[in-house]
C-alpha cells in the first residue's frame, strides 16, 4: 500500500512537472532591441482652410438629427440598377402637377372591364380563392 502511494505520488509528480517544462523564464521570446526605431515626429501642415466651427452650431459632418433618424429607418441612398436607370431614363421627367390633373373630375379615364375590378378586389394572400389562373 505504501510503494502504491509513493509510485502514485511520483506519477502524479512527473505529470505536473512536464507541463511546466516550456514556459521557463529563459526560453521565452523578447523583443529584439536592435529592431526598435525611433518615430518621426508629427508635424502639422503649414495650411489650413478650415474656419473655426461656430458655437452651437451642428458638425457639417454628421447632419441634423432628422436626418440621421431618416437614415437609421430607410437607409442610405441605394444605387439602382441599370434596367432601373434606362426605364427612367426613357420615362422622362413628369409635370410637375401631374397628381393634382390626374384627381381632375374633367380628366378622361378609360374603363378597363371587369377584369380589372375582379383583381382590385380579390383577397389579399395567397390562399385558395386568391389564386392566378393563366389560360392557354
Do not use: W, Y
Not at 380628366?107 to 372591364?113: F, I, M, P
Amino acid at each position: 500500500m505504501r510503494k502504491s502511494h509513493a509510485f502514485l505520488l511520483l506519477t502524479t509528480a512527473s505529470l505536473a512537472l512536464s507541463a511546466c517544462g516550456g514556459s521557463g523564464i529563459f526560453n521565452r521570446d523578447r523583443p529584439d532591441e536592435m529592431a526598435v526605431q525611433r518615430q518621426a515626429p508629427l508635424v502639422v501642415p503649414p495650411d489650413f482652410h478650415l474656419a473655426p466651427p461656430e458655437p452651437g452650431a451642428p458638425r457639417p459632418i454628421e447632419g441634423s438629427a432628422s436626418q440621421k433618424a431618416l437614415e437609421a429607418l430607410f437607409g442610405g441612398p441605394a444605387p439602382r440598377s441599370g434596367s432601373e436607370t434606362s426605364l427612367l431614363e426613357k420615362a422622362g421627367d413628369a409635370a410637375p402637377g401631374i397628381r393634382s390633373t390626374v384627381g381632375d373630375e374633367n380628366t378622361h379615364a378609360v374603363a378597363k372591364g371587369m377584369a380589372t375590378q375582379d383583381i382590385l378586389s380579390a383577397p389579399q394572400g395567397d390562399g385558395p380563392v386568391a389564386r392566378a389562373i393563366i389560360p392557354g
